[in-house]
């Protein structure tokens, strides 16, 4: 079974720049998140989708990331325009849902922002 | 709000030795997951161990188990034979089900555990 694939796995950008971020779920998985991981902290959800639909975006900057779902699989979130406090880790994770409540998560984005 | 704390920052433990990582949670909640994800250096996150809290049996897989304490809303993680690979950074997760219908974590701020040759 393949996992959740995520690209770039690297990113760097100057500030007041704009990025973007690809996921891959695992298939079937029909929840997908992200999360930002800053460095020593744990995992933080951004968004959280149900099939195509937003779930839980309250923690979203809104202001400057947005996410989209096409077609309830693949996913991407960008930056817009991104600040210095924007470097850390992204996540994307996914999970099947119902009685299978466990996450499987990607390699992550490392993105740095100078 | 649910809140998921890790009190140890950073520990080590010699190889082949018994290392217990601690996890405290708070909650209203009466049902609700418990886990602990592992992450290694290559970031890769990837599941430890899950625990149902309307189980009373503690979870054990392999060398890894839990001591689940409902009532003190604790939930420690015991790795057995700590082996050289098992250096990583380890989060526990408390999960829910959310008003939406779909399952809400919340990830404490991680023990960073290295094993010792």
């Known amino acids: 079974e393949a996992g959740v694939a995520q690209s770039p796995r690297y990113k760097i950008i100057e500030k007041r720049q704009s990025v973007a971020f690809w996921c891959n779920p695992i298939?079937?998985?029909?929840?997908l998140y992200w999360y930002q991981q800053i460095l020593g902290q744990g995992p933080k959800l951004l968004i959280q989708?149900?099939?195509?639909?937003?779930?839980?975006d309250s923690q979203l900057p809104k202001d400057r990331f947005s996410a989209e779902r096409l077609k309830g699989v693949d996913s991407t979130l960008k930056i817009q325009p991104a600040k210095l406090e924007d470097s850390a880790v992204y996540l994307c994770?996914?999970?099947?849902?119902?009685?299978?409540?466990?996450?499987?998560f990607g390699p992550g984005t490392r993105l740095t922002v100078t | 709000a649910q809140t998921v704390t890790q009190s140890q920052p950073e520990m080590s433990v010699q190889e082949a030795e018994t290392v217990t990582l601690s996890c405290t949670y708070d909650?209203?909640?009466?049902?609700?997951?418990l886990f602990w994800y592992k992450q290694p250096p290559s970031r890769q996150m990837i599941l430890v161990i899950r625990q149902e809290a309307y189980k009373q049996q503690n979870a054990t897989e392999n060398r890894f188990s839990v001591n689940f304490q409902k009532a003190a809303k604790s939930f420690s993680l015991k790795i057995s034979d700590s082996q050289l690979g098992d250096t990583a950074m380890y989060f526990c997760?408390?999960?829910?089900?959310?008003?939406?219908?779909?399952?809400?974590?919340?990830f404490g701020t991680g023990t960073r555990l290295k094993v010792l040759a």
């Open positions: 909650t209203s909640e009466n049902n609700y997951y």
């Open positions: 989708f149900q099939n195509n639909g937003v779930v839980d």
């Open positions: 994770a996914s999970s099947l849902g119902v009685s299978r409540v466990e996450q499987y």
């Open positions: 997760a408390f999960m829910k089900l959310a008003s939406s219908g779909t399952y809400k974590y919340i």
């Open positions: 298939s079937g998985h029909a929840t």
